[in-house]
């Protein structure tokens, strides 16, 4: 599994290295030393404590969404088909904040997202069925819920196709400007 860093601070992308033959492929899709080394913390990899899959037809947008309190990290994998996955920095002491950034992550590449806490989180799936799959450090907790609307013109996230459908809450998130004056 290579390590890359990405125009966030602190968020990586964890590359697995795929062994491919006639039958398919094997991939490790964690590694647990690779994953403390890079973050520079013994034991972090193991705080993971739920694991979540969601499937989402072409076109959904689910997010962005993010916690409050002190946040949770997440690991982010889309284990069938595709996403395009946005991340927004909400620290406000990160010298990233309030920035962006795309990721495409499918099950070509496998390309996987460490995101600590302190960012919002959201993707749209790509193909007709898009799976994700996804760790936190945290027991999800709904009263801790952030949501900005995805559409929302102070961010103005390029989605890549027309938006087919999103959650009732997501459909009523609030903005940017309003979450930044709550943080
Ligand atoms: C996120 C989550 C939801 N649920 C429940 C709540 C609800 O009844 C149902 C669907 O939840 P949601 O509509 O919030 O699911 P969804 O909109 O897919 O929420 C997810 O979006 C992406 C972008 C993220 O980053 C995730 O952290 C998570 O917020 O599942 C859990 O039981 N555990 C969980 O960890």
């Known amino acids: 599994m290579r390590v890359e860093s990405t ?6 992308v ?3 290295e ?21 973050v520079r ?3 972090a990899g193991a705080s993971f404590l739920q694991d979540s899959q969601s499937r989402s037809g072409a076109g959904v947008i689910r997010g962005l969404h993010g916690r409050s309190g ?3 990290a997440k690991l982010v994998r889309c284990a069938n088909g595709a996403v395009h996955d946005v991340l927004v920095d909400i620290r406000r002491d ?22 600590p806490p302190g960012f919002l989180h959201g993707f749209q799936a790509l193909t007709d069925t898009a799976d994700v799959c996804y760790r936190i450090d945290r027991p999800h ?23 087919t459908v999103v959650s009732p809450r997501d459909a009523k998130a609030g903005s940017w400007t309003q979450l930044i004056q709550q943080l």
């Open 14 to 16: 964890l590359v697995p």
């Open 141 to 163: 907790d709904p009263t801790e819920d952030l949501g900005v609307a995805y559409d929302d013109p102070g961010l103005a996230i390029d989605w890549p196709l027309p938006v």
């Open 18 to 38: 795929p062994f491919r033959d006639e039958r398919g492929l094997f991939t490790r899709t964690f590694d647990t030393e690779i994953f403390d080394n890079a």
């Open 70 to 72: 002190r946040g949770e």
């Open 94 to 115: 990160s010298p990233t904040f309030g920035r962006q950034q795309a990721f495409l992550l499918d099950d070509s590449e496998f390309r996987h997202l460490y995101v």
């Open 7 to 12: 125009d966030l601070t602190d968020v990586l």
């Open 41 to 43: 913390r013994p034991g």
